[in-house]
């Protein structure tokens, strides 16, 4: 007799495709995903480990998130007191992370720690209304 291997993981829902290809039959009783060969089931492990871990664009934007400011302002995260580790993080977990990242951004701007100018810094440059030449349309009181 052959020996089984399975994968009973909520989270297989997100590739039922590739725990078929991998030659997994679903077992609806106990809720697991049964394997015949070792390789098949590592392949399905990695292939799950794979849908369920952040992709590349998702780790760039949370590391850039990390070194604007935002992470600070809407994970309460800051990098000085404790190191984040987005190896560990599961694809949920940074789905939500970027989302409060993006409502953050969204009403403070992309730099939220970035100061913005200050009264000193705002200069008028009265030039264009200087170099009109009057060819606009004129008002007449008529």
């Known amino acids: 007799m052959s020996d089984l291997h399975t994968i009973k993981d909520e989270r297989t829902i997100y590739c ?25 089931h590592a392949n399905a492990l990695c292939e799950l480990y ?30 000085a007191d404790q190191a984040m580790s987005l190896d560990e993080l599961d694809r949920a977990e940074a789905s939500r992370l970027l989302a409060a990242g993006y409502a953050v951004r969204r009403v403070l701007g992309v730099h939220p720690l970035d100061d913005g100018p200050g009264p000193e810094d705002v200069r008028l440059d009265a030039s264009t209304f200087e170099s009109r030449d009057g060819s606009g349309r004129q008002r007449s009181a008529a």
Not at 16 to 40: C, Y
């Open 16 to 40: 039922r495709t590739a725990m078929k290809a991998h030659g997994g039959q679903w077992n609806p009783i106990t809720m697991e995903w049964l394997f015949s060969a070792v390789s098949d």
């Open 50 to 79: 794979r849908v369920t871990r952040p992709s590349i664009a998702m780790r760039e934007t949370l590391q850039t998130m990390i070194a604007d400011g935002t992470g600070a302002l809407a994970w309460g995260f800051d990098p």
